[in-house]
């Protein structure tokens, strides 16, 4: 069975980078057959997906726009981990974070249970 | 950016009571469009892929239509377990997009 477990700090102060990880366990990584990304929801608000990465070295990446210049993610294949990095937040970037595996066609298959990250001095 | 719209955002309905969700697409997305279920402090399930495909597992009474720019979900009989948000998500382009969701309420 597939599972998806984020980690990472609960707290971020403004302008600071909020970094998170997302370890997958009971399939790995490296699948040829999926992307792996990171999807967000402010408190009562809807989904915003953040972007997605490839397991190749090349470890092709797409990124929502809207946030393209803040945003990194890599994938460590030794550990099963993806990871997010997000730098200069504000409060606008308080939400639930998720980490997710993608099929190659984009649609969202598996779902972490989320972790809430709040920016806040 | 693709944008995506659903309506209603909010609806009232009963056990027992056939419903049908709307997402509209800004510009054609031939059937790259997901359904999702999410409910309070959990984390979105995946209903249907491909406008129309349901995933493993999800209850027949479930399904999906539409392509190009209007698409809907359908429960062909409310079950009290079906009391959640619904979200569409197009997946035409890499920059996915989500529509505001559609909060099913007990009436």
């Known amino acids: 069975q597939l599972q998806l477990r984020e980690s990472g700090p609960g707290l971020v102060k403004p302008s600071e980078t909020l970094s998170l990880t997302c370890t997958v366990s009971?399939?790995?990584?490296?699948?040829?057959?999926?992307?792996w990304g990171w999807i967000r929801q402010p408190p009562g608000k809807g989904l915003e997906w953040i972007g997605s990465?490839?397991?190749?070295?090349?470890?092709?990446?797409y990124y929502n726009p809207s946030l393209k210049s803040r945003v990194t993610m890599s994938v460590d294949t030794s550990k099963n981990q993806f990871s997010l990095k997000l730098t200069s937040v504000t409060a606008a970037d308080t939400a639930v974070y998720y980490c997710?595996?993608?099929?190659?066609?984009?649609?969202?298959?598996?779902w972490g249970q989320g972790t809430l990250v709040t920016v806040s001095s | 950016d693709i944008q995506m719209t659903q309506s209603p955002s909010t609806l009232s309905a009963s056990v027992g009571d056939r419903v049908t969700i709307t997402c509209r697409a800004s510009?054609?997305?031939?059937?790259?469009l997901a359904w999702y279920q999410q409910k309070p402090g959990k984390a979105p399930k995946l209903l249907i892929y491909k406008a129309s495909t349901l995933e493993s597992g999800v209850p027949s009474r479930f399904s999906g239509s539409g392509s190009g720019t209007e698409f809907t979900l359908t429960i062909s009989s409310l079950q009290p377990d079906d009391f959640a948000t619904y979200y569409c998500q197009q997946y035409y382009s890499y920059s996915l997009t989500f529509g505001g969701g559609t909060k099913v309420e007990i009436k």
């Open positions: 009971g399939g790995s990584i490296s699948s040829s057959s999926f992307y």
């Open positions: 510009q054609s997305i031939s059937s790259y």
């Open positions: 997710a595996r993608l099929t190659n066609s984009h649609e969202v298959n598996y």
């Open positions: 990465i490839y397991y190749s070295e090349s470890g092709s990446t």
